[in-house]
């Protein structure tokens, strides 16, 4: 067959392929887009509606000097990167210690299923009334026993960030741990046994060895984990609603309030917006990540 | 299952039992702690110390299934929601991944951001654009809204994730089925597909449990007719009193179908996460 | 028992009363209950004007609403408007309700309405004025709907400026409800002052066996801690309002807060700055508190024999006095006022369905003469208030229940207990944090209430 006719066989087969997908895409994503961008040009107050109009950028000027955007933005940060961080490391270390006793790997990995499927709603729920609940919670009653004292896990701004980033760790963790788990089961014994003739350490083999290789499966995890991490919303607004005060309130969670909360649409619009560039911008850095490490 | 070194000595595996178990009660205790209370009366559930050794009653699950509460129709709400909307993601999704995959054409690299940006959309600034949307053409409270809703943030999730599935397959297998005068649709078909199986299991399973446990557009653009159980279990919560027992057993109930999936589909999961994750770096 | 009579059947063919026979069992409770529309009929209206129409209503989950749920049938027998009840969930319904009313999609005919919502509704225009409705004789009989029975603070709550948007129809007031048996024990009475409160609660507070003296609100939210504070601040003569400006920050609102934050600290269980309402009654129940001053429907929990160990040890009080001598409790009800977007005859239908829930039979069918266990205690009339039915069907609750409630219904309300401003859920929010921040510590009173000033003030400006 002639080059140019193949081509143009693919070309129409793949956009037959493609057509419904994108179309259904298109459809429901760019009018609320178009929604969206054209409430945050405006100033849209239901508390105040004689003041509704057109406002240009200034939506987006004001969150300049919004303390409570930027302590959103630190938070989104911390919480992304802390539970991101924190669920390789675990999820490896518990990997590499259970593979070495595979008898218990069954149990654990039917164990590990049961936080992912939760609904994050009923976790962040469940973990406010009955984990972190102050004098009655499985934790206060564990530090209490411990000598450490009763504290306000989500009452107390700290410990109220620290909570929500072990809420979301321990959901996800499992994932990481699975993944990396029957990765580090599919290694090459044989590399190893010529490491240890080689008189190689344990850290050394498992730096020099064991990270190249496992290192797509750890980026992947990498990625899927910060998406979830960046979108998270219904746990901590189950645990904690944002607060106490701005303590847990995320990027996500303040457009949220101050949509719907302090009906200020026009400013929670032009927050939603700015959380959708940074997400795009961070996304667009893992894909090429990604594409790198390929 | 092949281990990375010889077996421990004798003490640290101990050690390694003692803290596999521990990790098994921490990511197992919400589980084991709801079902321990949903077989509990109110009264055993505010009891302090908590109460290990009780009497257990099945009266909270006959409320919840049977009672002017049940469950039973937000269930079956749920059960079509996400049912519906794993197979609208698997039909548009599966062609379009492979496409993108391994086929030539324009603009590929835009159209292959593009769907990866769609998935980046934040929830919170679509729920008011979604309702009065939706509101408009009618489908408000009915199933058809709300899974193409929910297909928004399936689609672009499953696509990407099949993409990876389908780059995996051997480019000689594909190649031999075309020359073999399959016909694009016939090789794709009895020869690619089979291919990705681990992989469109996988896709079937997070895209499912995602709607299932779906809970903000569930509220906001559900309403009498289509309740998943997600937003009916706060019926248990009200503004007077908590019925604790209830809504554990609630609760189980409403996640029993995903963890169910879940465990049956386990070794899938895991299975498809590792082959993208593996054999996409090592070749490339 | 036989079932009895529809009269309307036995009136239109005289041959019902072998089909009703057949088909009482099979109704169930409806029909056991007195489901005769005699006395609706009685009020001289066409109830059947808008017949064919259909609504629905937006509550939460709520016993109070439950029972009214059950009755539908009735009220569709009497007037051919069918009602479809949407319970949403608590946290939600006011988004819901806000996202229906402002985008007009008119999805809801009425919902449970939050009173403090009305100024915003009204200035926006989404919800109709109610004096047209009530002073139409083709759709509301005045003498039989007798609307100045209805309790009068809970009319003003759900009025801007004299006139009315919203019907109550189910409501609360908070009051002191204490261990009898523990105060009789230690010779204390109910406190009298906020001075007496505290030293009630010290003489009760023995953390090492974990009870505690007093309980309050301390879970941050508009509705939930900014349920009492706002009680406290105008019991220490505090207002919210300075000419146009809203002050959150006054001498009286620093002191206030400063009583709420020393007194829980020292005398309720630590974990009080997360509880609501619930979380409370279920301790109070549980014997670990002593006493707490919340709703007065929380004695539906209390005197709960499923969960309760304190049944028959309770009993009521009101409010103490403040330093300025006055004792103020909450307004708080839930009234139905009309979707603004509906066409005309789905107004009507709304009205008459308004019309039945609040009116004195409907009230009591929800509550009294209820058939299932729980009969409501927020009833919205005097007239219900004060009957003897009502009392007996309130005797379990404890010791001077009606009394102390009515009398604080009475007295003690006060229109001004929050600003009636549009703003208020920003309002609310911002004060709610502020509370909560001060009670764990991390900030101090005048600096917490200082901070929600000027965020308050921006918001007020726009």
Redesign the interface.
């Known amino acids: 067959m002639r080059a140019g006719t193949l081509e143009q066989q693919e070309r129409s087969f793949a956009l037959a392929l493609l057509v419904p997908a994108l179309a259904v895409l298109v459809l429901t994503t760019t009018a609320p887009l178009v929604y969206l961008g054209w409430n945050s040009l405006h100033r849209i107050d239901l508390g105040m509606p004689w003041l509704s109009g057109f406002a240009g950028a200034d939506n987006f000027a004001k969150m300049g000097s919004d303390p409570r955007f930027w302590n959103s933005l630190l938070l989104t940060a911390i919480y992304t990167a802390t539970t991101v961080v924190l669920q390789v490391a675990v999820g490896l270390a518990l990997a590499l210690l259970v593979l070495q006793i595979p008898k218990g790997q069954g149990l654990l990995r039917v164990a590990a299923i049961l936080p992912i499927v939760l609904a994050p709603v009923v976790v962040g729920l469940f973990w406010r009334t009955l984990v972190l609940a102050p004098d009655v919670g499985l934790v206060d009653m564990v530090t209490r026993a411990l000598g450490l004292g009763s504290h306000n896990w989500l009452g107390d701004p700290q410990l109220a960030l620290i909570s929500v980033i072990a809420i979301h760790t321990w959901q996800w963790t499992p994932f990481a741990f699975l993944v990396l788990l029957a990765t580090l089961a599919t290694l090459p014994p044989d590399v190893y046994e010529a490491a240890r003739l080689d008189r190689a350490g344990a850290w050394q083999r498992f730096l020099h060895l064991t990270l190249p290789l496992i290192r797509p499966a750890v980026v992947m995890v990498v990625i899927l984990r910060t998406m979830t991490a960046l979108s998270a919303f219904a746990a901590i607004f189950a645990a904690t609603g944002g607060g106490p005060g701005s303590a847990t309130e995320i990027l996500n969670l303040y457009a949220y309030r101050t949509s719907f909360s302090e009906l200020n649409l026009g400013y929670g619009a032009s927050l939603a917006v700015v959380l959708l560039a940074i997400t795009m911008a961070i996304s667009y850095a893992m894909f090429r990540l990604r594409r790198a490490r390929r | 299952?092949?281990?990375?070194?010889a077996?421990?000595r004798p003490g640290?595996?101990i050690a390694?039992?003692a803290?596999?178990g521990a990790?098994?009660a921490?990511?197992?205790?919400?589980?084991v702690?709801?079902l321990l209370t949903s077989f509990k009366?109110?009264?055993d559930v505010?009891?302090?110390?908590p109460v290990w050794i009780f009497t257990p009653t099945l009266a909270n699950y006959r409320d919840v299934l049977f009672g002017?509460?049940s469950i039973v129709p937000n269930l079956f709400s749920s059960l079509v929601v996400a049912s519906l909307a794993t197979a609208l993601t698997l039909?548009?999704?599966i062609?379009?991944a492979?496409?993108?995959a391994r086929?030539?054409?324009?603009a590929k690299k835009t159209?292959g951001?593009?769907?990866?940006?769609?998935?980046?959309?934040?929830?919170?600034?679509?729920?008011?654009?979604?309702?009065?949307?939706l509101?408009k053409v009618g489908g408000?409270d009915t199933y058809a809204g709300l899974v193409?809703?929910d297909?928004?943030f399936s689609?672009?999730f499953a696509?990407w994730l099949l993409v990876s599935y389908f780059e995996d397959v051997p480019v000689e297998m594909e190649e031999a089925a075309l020359l073999d005068r399959a016909g694009?649709v016939r090789a794709l078909w009895h020869v690619i597909l089979p291919q990705v199986k681990g992989g469109i299991a996988v896709t079937t399973i997070f895209v499912f449990?995602n709607a299932?446990?779906e809970?903000?557009f569930a509220?906001?653009l559900g309403?009498?007719r289509v309740r998943p159980v997600?937003?009916a279990?706060?019926?248990?919560?009200?503004?007077?009193?908590?019925q604790?027992a209830r809504l554990a057993a609630g609760?189980m109930l409403?996640?029993a179908p995903?963890?169910l999936?879940?465990?049956f589909a386990?070794r899938h999961?895991?299975?498809g996460?590792?082959v993208?994750?593996?054999k996409?770096?090592?070749r490339? | 028992m036989s079932p009895p009579i529809r009269r309307r059947d036995a009136l239109k063919q005289g041959a019902a009363l072998g089909a009703a026979a057949a088909l009482g069992p099979v109704a169930g409770s409806v029909f056991a209950q007195a489901d005769d529309l005699a006395p609706y009929r009685a009020a001289k209206i066409n109830w059947k004007q808008a017949e064919g129409e259909t609504i629905t209503v937006a509550v939460i989950p709520a016993s109070y609403f439950e029972n009214l749920i059950s009755l539908e049938p009735q009220f569709e027998a009497l007037t051919g408007v069918k009602v479809r009840f949407e319970k949403v969930p608590p946290g939600q319904i006011r988004q819901k309700a806000l996202l229906d009313l402002s985008s007009k999609t008119a999805t809801y005919a009425t919902h449970a309405a939050d009173p403090m919502y009305y100024p915003l509704y009204v200035s926006n225009h989404w919800v109709d004025p109610l004096d047209k409705y009530l002073n139409d004789a083709t759709l509301t009989d005045k003498a039989w709907f007798n609307y100045d029975d209805i309790l009068k603070a809970w009319r003003d709550a759900d009025s801007i400026d004299g006139r009315p948007y919203g019907i109550p129809y189910d409501g609360e007031v908070t009051v002191q409800v204490y261990r009898k048996d523990l105060y009789d024990a230690k010779g204390l009475k109910p406190a009298d002052t906020l001075e007496q409160l505290v030293a009630n609660a010290k003489a009760l507070t023995d953390a090492s066996a974990r009870t505690y003296g007093l309980a309050l609100r301390g879970f941050a939210g508009a509705g939930q801690n900014m349920y009492i504070y706002p009680s406290l601040f105008r019991e220490f003569g505090g207002s919210w309002m300075q000419g146009n400006a809203v002050v959150v920050n006054s001498p009286q609102a620093v002191q206030a807060l400063q009583w709420y934050v020393d007194t829980l600290t020292a005398y309720s269980p630590p974990a009080v700055r997360n509880w609501n309402w619930p979380d409370i009654a279920d301790a109070f129940s549980q014997g670990t508190v002593a006493c707490y001053i919340d709703a007065h429907s929380s004695a539906a929990v209390i005197t709960n024999p499923e969960k309760s160990k304190v049944v028959g040890k309770v009993a009521y009080a009101r409010w103490p006095k403040g330093p300025n001598g006055k004792r103020v409790t909450s307004i708080w009800n839930w009234g139905f006022p009309i979707n603004a977007a509906l066409s005309d005859k789905q107004k009507k239908a709304t009205w008459l369905f308004i019309e039945w829930a609040a009116s004195a039979e409907t009230q009591a069918r929800t509550s009294w003469k209820f058939a299932g266990p729980a009969k409501r205690s927020g009833v919205n009339r005097v007239s219900a208030w004060r009957s003897s039915e009502f009392a007996a069907a309130m005797k379990d609750a404890g010791d001077n229940f009606i009394s102390a409630a009515l009398e604080s219904l009475e007295n003690d309300t006060d229109v001004d207990w929050r600003p009636r401003v549009p703003q208020w859920p920003a309002i609310g929010e911002t004060m709610a944090t502020a509370i909560q921040a001060a009670l764990v510590g991390q900030k101090k009173p005048k600096e917490a209430l200082d901070e929600a000033q000027a965020r308050i003030t921006q918001i007020l400006k726009g």
């Open positions: 299952m092949t281990t990375t070194g077996l421990p640290r595996a390694l039992y803290l596999a990790v098994l921490v990511w197992a205790f919400p589980v702690w709801g009366t109110e009264r505010l009891a302090y110390p002017p509460s039909v548009f999704g062609p379009a492979y496409a993108m086929l030539r054409f324009p159209t951001f593009y769907v990866l940006a769609t998935q980046m959309l934040p929830p919170v600034g679509l729920i008011i654009p979604y309702y009065l949307a509101q408000l193409v809703i297909l928004t689609l672009p696509i694009r449990l299932w446990n809970f903000m509220v906001v309403g009498n997600t937003v279990m706060f019926n248990f919560i009200s503004v007077e009193q908590t604790w609760a409403a996640m995903v963890i999936l879940g465990l386990q999961i895991v299975k996460l590792t993208g994750a593996v996409g770096g090592g490339r």
